[in-house]
């Protein structure tokens, strides 16, 4: 078995995408005709967003839609970076908003928190050294 996608239910399919590529740096790989489904280029695990009526669709018992102005779902991205303070204020400066700021663990990697547009918690931190 292999871990092959993270899907993530948006409002809107091609705002995440295009947010996700001005905020981090990733490539669009797959939008659906129907716009209701989108890819990531992100390394071997997929990201990937569905639209919440594609997610109405596909659950016949619903499920919980995400909203931005409340407490984020206790689940994150990380994302790894050599440049942390850049990262992050970039991803700032194209709609995602500040959850914690960068700090430095006991262990020594730095780690800051933010939500993108729909309201995801998103780790921006170094990568652990050994």
């Known amino acids: 078995m292999k871990y092959a996608y993270t899907i993530l239910y948006v409002e809107d399919v091609e705002k995440t995408i295009s ?3 001005n905020a981090f740096g990733f490539q669009k790989k797959f939008i659906s005709p129907e716009s209701d489904y989108g890819e990531l280029v992100s390394g071997e695990t997929t990201i990937a967003f569905a639209s919440n009526s594609l997610g109405n669709s596909n ?11 409340e407490k984020p779902n206790g689940i994150e991205m990380a994302f790894t ?7 992050f204020n970039k991803a700032i400066n194209v709609g995602a908003v500040k959850y914690e700021s960068i700090k430095e663990k006991p262990w020594g990697q730095k780690v800051g928190y933010l939500r993108d547009i729909n309201g995801f918690l998103i780790e921006i931190c170094t990568p652990i050294k050994n």
């Open 59 to 69: 659950f016949e018992g619903g499920f919980k839609k995400l909203s931005i102005n």
């Open 19 to 21: 947010f996700y590529e």
């Open 81 to 87: 970076s050599e440049n942390i303070e850049e990262d």
